[in-house]
């Protein structure tokens, strides 16, 4: 099994940095063999806000998340920048959890690669 931490930065729309950063989580995801983990910290937090409603033909990231979650994947989400942005834990998408810096040292440690976006 090969094991992969992706840390994402950027906020859920604006840029493409989480959008690319989970597709390529998404897309090793797929493949046999692989753990994959996703945590969000800083505007990435919102990435993981439940009920995302975007125009037709736009990517949505709360997808996104489900697609990697469904597949085994695990979805951690700062929650000290959850708290800095308003955020309250009914409020993240199905799959994500509110997560810790000690857990994402520990996502670390376990990793074989780390990926920052």
């Given at each position: 099994m090969?094991?992969?931490l ?31 983990r996703v ?36 979805v ?13 834990e ?5 799959g ?6 000690d ?8 990793a ?6």
């Amino acid at each position: 099994m090969s094991k992969t931490l992706f840390i994402l930065n950027d906020p859920p729309y604006g840029t493409e940095r989480s959008y690319n950063g989970l597709r390529l989580a998404g897309s090793l995801a797929k493949r046999e063999g692989e753990l994959v983990r996703v945590f969000l910290i800083g505007d990435a937090a919102s990435c993981a806000k439940r009920d995302q409603k975007v125009p037709k033909g736009y990517y949505n990231l709360e997808v996104m998340l489900r697609a990697i979650t469904k597949r085994g994947g695990e979805v951690g989400v700062c929650g000290t920048c959850m708290d800095a942005r308003g955020m309250a834990e009914g409020e993240l998408a199905e799959g994500t959890s509110r997560s810790t810096l000690d857990e994402l040292t520990d996502w670390t440690l376990w990793a074989e690669r780390v990926v920052t976006f």
